[in-house]
């Protein structure tokens, strides 16, 4: 089992605590992926942050519950033996109580082929109690 996916390992968004040491899993991300019903990601910067551990986590279901319905893909396929190798937040921008941005770069590797580069600025929406993934573009 990959370190990242461990019990007790740092969240793979990388999320640091008060102390300067990576939050463990359980206490970062892991509260949403585990409880969606219940413990709804408190900002758009905190559901991205999950979206990039569901990825790892390969965990369609929290995608695809976490992607507003209005851009939601009917389903999800991971590419196998994808290796994510970080998370990096650039910036988070509250543009008004129910509309944000959050730009970040996540790197990927895939077998046989030198590691990639997702740059992108995603758009969120908050409805009904909870931050939704809209869309995004590339860098």
Do not use: N
Not at 13 to 36: E, I, T, W
Not at 79 to 106: I, N, S, Y
């Amino acid at each position: 089992m990959p370190a990242a996916l461990l019990p007790g390992a740092g969240c793979p968004c990388g999320r640091l605590g008060a102390s300067g040491k990576p939050l463990a899993f359980a206490q970062c991300c892991g509260r949403y992926l585990d409880d969606f019903a219940g413990t709804p990601a408190p900002d758009a910067e905190s559901l991205m942050r999950s979206r990039y551990c569901a990825f790892v986590r390969e965990r369609a279901d929290y995608l695809l519950a976490t992607w507003h319905a209005s851009q939601r893909p009917p389903s999800i396929d991971f590419d196998p033996g994808v290796k994510w190798l970080g998370l990096e937040v650039r910036q988070h921008r509250q543009l008004d109580a129910t509309h944000a941005e959050v730009e970040f770069v996540a790197r990927q590797k895939s077998p046989g082929s030198p590691a990639v580069r997702l740059h992108e600025r995603s758009r969120f929406v908050h409805e009904a109690g909870r931050w939704y993934y809209v869309d995004g573009d590339t860098r």
